[in-house]
């Protein structure tokens, strides 16, 4: 199954025993979910194909808008339209401007390679999200510790509605120090999942300077 937001919100309504929506909403259990994927970069990244975002270098132009959807550059190689391959360019050939976080980033290539023309390969991350760059399965764990430690979070300051979610779970009695523990479990939690994977960028080239 896809791990997109409605999945991920389902599961997470599971965890905090709200399957029903009475103590937080749909809308802000969406919110939590997507807060927590967004909390995974840098440290673990969505790598694209690498055949899949390219620029072609066209005579004057040093500077170019990166393809849709790219937070980090590790490489660009260097190859011609009609398949001659020329590998991977130095570090100080190349360089990202700009906010990348914002989209306003460009790809600042040095004029020795764009006055011999040819396409520039870009070996790319960006982010996790809940649409498009859905997380692995071994993700899924630590997405809901996250979400869950902030879904108690928000319990534990609002007495009204942590009351009324007791109503609904008799069964377990659990008193406001009691529920504080839950927090920091599920924050440790985080943090043992945190430790165990990441997803490791390829290192940009040295860089002169």
């Not at 399965?137 to 300051?157: F, P």
């Not at 939690?189 to 040295?206: H, I, Y």
């Amino acid at each position: 199954m896809a791990n997109d937001l409605a999945t991920l919100r389902e599961y997470l309504a599971i965890a905090v025993r709200d399957t029903n929506a009475e103590t937080w909403s749909t809308a802000e259990l969406d919110d939590l979910v997507r807060w927590s994927v967004a909390r995974l970069w840098p440290r673990h990244s969505y790598q694209y194909s690498p055949t899949s975002k390219t620029v072609t270098l066209v005579a004057d132009t040093y500077h170019y808008s990166l393809p849709s959807n790219i937070h980090h550059v590790a490489r660009c190689e260097w190859y011609t339209s009609g398949g001659d391959e020329y590998g991977a360019l130095d570090g100080a050939a190349w360089e990202l401007v700009g906010d990348v976080d914002n989209g306003t980033a460009q790809l600042h290539v040095a004029p020795i390679v764009v006055d011999q023309g040819g396409i520039l390969r870009l070996l790319a991350y960006t982010k996790y999200d809940t649409t498009t760059h859905l997380i692995p399965d071994d993700l899924v764990q630590l997405v809901l510790a996250y979400a869950r430690a902030e879904a108690y979070r928000r319990l534990a300051g609002d007495r009204q509605r942590f009351t009324a979610w007791l109503s609904r779970n008799q069964t377990q009695n659990i008193s406001i120090n009691e529920m504080l523990q839950m927090i920091n479990e599920a924050e440790t939690e985080a943090r043992r999942l945190k430790a165990e994977r990441k997803t490791w960028q390829k290192p940009v080239p040295g860089r002169q300077g």
